[in-house]
């Protein structure tokens, strides 16, 4: 079985949200279990030097789109065993970051065009290409309209996979036929079309085999209108061949016992949970105090995160007995909160408006408690690490916090963390303090951790379910 994943980020390459950690994890443990898996990226500016001075070239070719004849370079690199190609066109991708360039729909639609003329010349055939996220969505539509009867491509099947339907790259319709040499036939309502534009996302819902998305609760909430970002009707009609797949994490990458950038490696250790904290507090000038139970917020600082329910009770948030660690940037509202909160309540809470990937470990690894009161959310990777570093996760139930959080239950001693349904304020503060009292019953912490012990949220089971898809194809 030979697949080839498409995608915008991956890591250790590029990364801006949970994507590049799926795409950086999941095709390691789909080669484990005996695949030939690889991965397809543009090769963009900041991919550190330590990998492109590895990377060789291995084609060049003109691409065509619309009346443009382009440069094309494909670059490759094994890393961990696993075979990464990268997209080179320096007048689309020599840029800083990924995203957020006027030209993003030329930049992705080259993107897209790549990928499939690519195949021949790196000698690689996929039987499946999955793609991920509107990025890669016109990879089926340009497999339909320009390759599927060529001989060398007969036999390959697309994937779908969204990670958030959020994001759907809406562009006008003019664009996509000029980039994409599609007739009028493709561009109607019953096709590309969304709100008067065409969308790469909706292209790859449409014109794929079969779609995914990362959690079983999110597959069934993107059918109804307030997740599915106008597309639930689509969806609904697509039911028989949607598939909700929960996300893993990589065991060895995200290890307490292993991980070099904590104070102290540890497993199941509540003492050297403790050091861990205390080091922190002192780093970061909190008091320190190992007895105080710590709550983390390591994400990005946009509304899809449940932010605005922070917003609205947290001065009753920081009067609870506990202290506040939060990491991440996104939107000035939110840094801006966080900024006024850790001035007013400097015992109270460290804010850190950047982006750390050291400084989250040992965040994982000193908190006693990790929230994520998402308003939607379609799997969360936060909770998962959360919960392998044995911070207890707080969190809304939705989407795939939903599938990997179980609410804790005193009468039954059964849990892994705590949840609240509706979207408000006060539940989360109430789920939040019942947490904080919780902490001080030693006991039932113990059960929660053991609780957490007995789970698996590496990527073995995922994978098995992948592979089995793209068997069925
Ligand atoms: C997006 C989603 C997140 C998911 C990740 C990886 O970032 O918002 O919920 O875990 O993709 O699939």
Known sequence: MKVLFAASEAVPFAKTGGLADVIGSL??????????????LPKYEDIPAQFTQQMETVASFTLQMGWRQLYCGILKLVHEGITFYFVDNEMYYRRRGCYGYGDDAERFAFFCRAVLDALPHIDFIPDVIHCHDWQTGMIPVLYRAHFSWQPQYEHIKTVMTIHNLKYQGVFGKEQFKDYFALGDEHLGGYALELFGGASFMKG???YSDIITTVSPTYAEEIQTPYFGEYLDGLLRSQQHRLYGIVNGIDYEEFDPMTDPRLEVNYRDSVVKKQQNKMKLQERLGLPVNKDIPLIALVTRLVDQKGLSLVDRVIEDLLSLEAQWVILGTGDHRYEQLFRWAADRYPDKLSANITFNEPLARQIYASSDLFLMPSEFEPCGIGQLIAMRYRSIPIVRETG???DTVASFDESTGEGTGFSFTHYNAHDMLYTVQRAVNLYNDPEAWKTIWSNIKKKDFSWRKSA?????????L
């Open 27 to 40: 095709p390691k443990e789909l080669v484990k279990q005996g695949l030939d898996v690889r991965v397809i």
């Open 204 to 206: 790859g819902l449409l």
């Open 400 to 402: 795939g916090l939903k």
């Open 464 to 472: 098995q379910q992948y592979a089995a898809l793209y068997n069925n």
